[in-house]
T-cell receptor, first 113, second 115 residues
Framework: DVKVTQSSRYLVKRTGEKVFLECVQD?????MFWYRQDPGLGLRLIYF???????EKGDIPEGYSVSREKKERFSLILESASTNQTSMYLC????????????FGSGTRLTVV | DQQVKQNSPSLSVQEGRISILNCDYT??????FLWYKKYPAEGPTFLIS?????DKNEDGRFTVFLNKSAKHLSLHIVPSQPGDSAVYFC??????????????FGKGTLLTVNP
C-alpha cells in the first residue's frame, strides 16, 4: 500500500512564525498535492507538483510556498503564519495516470495563535 | 466558481436503508469521477470511481451512477451501516497530463447512519 506520511498530527504556532509542514510518500509517485480542509469549504488545493522541482499554484496559494527537492518529499511553507491559516492540512500523492485517485496522509491540524 | 458541487451538507438515514449522495459538476472537460470518505482526524480514503465512458460502477454495497448529459453523479450505499457515518467528498479530474491530473473536490456531505 502507498503510504503518505505527514510529519506532525498537531501543531501550534504563533502569528508571524515561519512554518514547515513535511510530507513523504513511499511509492515513487510523480504527483504530490497540498490541500487544506475547512468546515463548509471542503478541500481546497493550495499547491501541487508533478515532478521534482516543479510546482504549480492551486486555488488558494496566497501566503504559502512549497518545495520539492526530492521525488518523495513535498513541503508546504507558511512564510508568516496568520490566524486565518488555522486549518487541517492534507498532503496527497498520485501516479501519473491521474484517474487512479490520490492517497492522502492523515493530516496536520495547525493552530495559529 | 465551484466546479464540483455537493448541495447537501448533511444527510441522515436509518441503518439498513439506502443512502444517496449527490454531486453536480460544471466543467465538461472532467472525465473521471471519484468518491472519497473521510473520518474525523484522518485523511480521506478512496471509495469508488467511474470513468466518463461508463454510467455505472459497482463495488459491494457502493454504486456510483453518472449522468453525463445532466453533469450529475450519485453514490448509493445499500444497505447503510453505522460505520458508514463520515464525510463523503465527490471529486473530478480531466484528461491529459500535467495539471489536468489534479482533482477538484466538492465541499462534502456529512452522512450519519442511525442504528
Amino acid at each position: 500500500d502507498v503510504k503518505v506520511t505527514q510529519s506532525s498530527r498537531y501543531l501550534v504556532k504563533r502569528t508571524g512564525e515561519k512554518v514547515f509542514l513535511e510530507c513523504v510518500q513511499d511509492m515513487d509517485h510523480e504527483n504530490m498535492f497540498w490541500y487544506r480542509q475547512d468546515p463548509g469549504l471542503g478541500l481546497r488545493l493550495i499547491y501541487f507538483s508533478y515532478d521534482v522541482k516543479m510546482k504549480e499554484k492551486g486555488d488558494i496559494p496566497e501566503g504559502y510556498s512549497v518545495s520539492r527537492e526530492k521525488k518523495e518529499r513535498f513541503s508546504l511553507i507558511l512564510e508568516s503564519a496568520s490566524t486565518n491559516q488555522t486549518s487541517m492540512y492534507l498532503c496527497a500523492s498520485s501516479s501519473p495516470g491521474g484517474g487512479y485517485g490520490y492517497t492522502f496522509g492523515s493530516g496536520t491540524r495547525l493552530t495559529v495563535v | 466558481d465551484q466546479q464540483v458541487k455537493q448541495n447537501s451538507p448533511s444527510l441522515s438515514v436509518q441503518e439498513g436503508r439506502i443512502s444517496i449522495l449527490n454531486c453536480d459538476y460544471t466543467n465538461s472537460m472532467f472525465d473521471y469521477f471519484l468518491w472519497y470518505k473521510k473520518y474525523p482526524a484522518e485523511g480521506p480514503t478512496f471509495l469508488i470511481s467511474i470513468s466518463s465512458i461508463k454510467d455505472k460502477n459497482e463495488d459491494g454495497r457502493f454504486t456510483v451512477f453518472l449522468n453525463k448529459s445532466a453533469k450529475h453523479l450519485s453514490l448509493h450505499i445499500v444497505p447503510s451501516q453505522p460505520g458508514d457515518s463520515a464525510v463523503y467528498f465527490c471529486a473530478a479530474s480531466g484528461r491529459g497530463g500535467g495539471s489536468n491530473y489534479k482533482l477538484t473536490f466538492g465541499k462534502g456531505t456529512l452522512l450519519t447512519v442511525n442504528p
